[in-house]
T-cell receptor, first 110, second 114 residues
Framework: SQQGEEDPQALSIQEGENATMNCSYKTSINNLQWYRQNSGRGLVHLIL?????REKHSGRLRVTLDTSKKSSSLLITASRAADTASYFCATGPGYSTLTFGKGTMLLVSP | ETGVTQSPTHLIKTRGQQVTLRCSSQ?????VSWYQQALGQGPQFIFQ???????GRGNFPPRFSGLQFPNYSSELNVNALELDDSALYLC?????????????FGPGTRLLVL
C-alpha cells in the first residue's frame, strides 16, 4: 500500500519557471524524503526533512513539512530541462524501510 | 552514481520459472533493501537484510526470498513467476552504523514475465 500521495500526478512547465509538487501521508513519521527518478531507472536522494523541522533548503530545492496536516511540498526553482524526471516522496520510521507515493512526473520544456 | 550495482539490467522469463537478481551494496553499507516498482507506480518495499538476517518484510508472498552475503552483497529470488511480477526491481543500501537514513539505490533490473 502507498503511504504518500503526490499531487499533481503530472506537471509540465517551461525552463526557468518554478515547479511545486505536494505529498500527503497517512501515519506518523520520523522523517520524509524526496527522491528523483530519471526514465524508470534508479532513484536519487534529493533531500530529507525530519519531523521536527518545518523547512529545509538544498540548492534550488526547498522542502516544507506540516505534520499537523500530514503534508509536504517540494519546490524546484528556476527549473531546467535536466530536471525532467519523476519525483517521489517517501516516509520512514528511521533507518529502516521507506514507503513511497506514486510520484509526480515533471516535464520541463526548453 | 551511488556505487550500488545490480545485475542483470534486463531479464525476460516465462510464467512459472524462477529468477535470481543480484545487488552489490555501496562500500561500507551493511543494510540492503529490495523494492518492486510496477509501471506507473512508486516502489513497494519487499524486504530488508541487515548483517545477513531478514530485518523486515513487506506484503509479498513467500515465493519472494532473499539472501545477504558476508560482503553485504545480496540476492532476490522469485519462484513460480507470475505475469504481475513484471516490474523494475530496485535494491538500495544504507548504513545503520553511520546512522544514515538515506538509502542509495542501484539502477534496477527490469524483469518481464511472459
Amino acid at each position: 500500500s502507498q503511504q504518500g500521495e503526490e499531487d499533481p500526478q503530472a506537471l509540465s512547465i517551461q525552463e526557468g519557471e518554478n515547479a511545486t509538487m505536494n505529498c500527503s501521508y497517512k501515519t506518523s513519521i520520523n522523517n520524509l524524503q524526496w527522491y528523483r527518478q530519471n526514465s524508470g531507472r534508479g532513484l536519487v536522494h534529493l533531500i530529507l526533512i525530519r519531523s521536527n523541522e518545518r523547512e529545509k533548503h538544498s540548492g534550488r530545492l526547498r522542502v516544507t513539512l506540516d505534520t499537523s496536516k500530514k503534508s509536504s511540498s517540494l519546490l524546484i526553482t528556476a527549473s531546467r530541462a535536466a530536471d525532467t524526471a519523476s519525483y517521489f516522496c517517501a516516509t520512514g520510521p528511521g533507518y529502516s524501510t521507506l514507503t513511497f507515493g506514486k510520484g509526480t512526473m515533471l516535464l520541463v520544456s526548453p | 552514481e551511488t556505487g550500488v550495482t545490480q545485475s542483470p539490467t534486463h531479464l525476460i522469463k516465462t510464467r512459472g520459472q524462477q529468477v535470481t537478481l543480484r545487488c552489490s551494496s555501496q562500500s561500507g553499507h551493511n543494510t540492503v533493501s529490495w523494492y518492486q516498482q510496477a509501471l506507473g507506480q512508486g516502489p513497494q518495499f519487499i524486504f530488508q537484510y541487515y548483517r545477513e538476517e531478514e530485518n523486515g518484510r513487506g506484503n509479498f508472498p513467500p515465493r519472494f526470498s532473499g539472501l545477504q552475503f558476508p560482503n553485504y552483497s545480496s540476492e532476490l529470488n522469485v519462484n513460480a513467476l507470475e505475469l504481475d511480477d513484471s516490474a523494475l526491481y530496485l535494491c538500495a543500501s544504507s548504513s545503520e552504523r553511520e546512522k544514515v537514513e538515506t538509502q542509495y539505490f542501484g539502477p534496477g533490473t527490469r524483469l518481464l514475465v511472459l
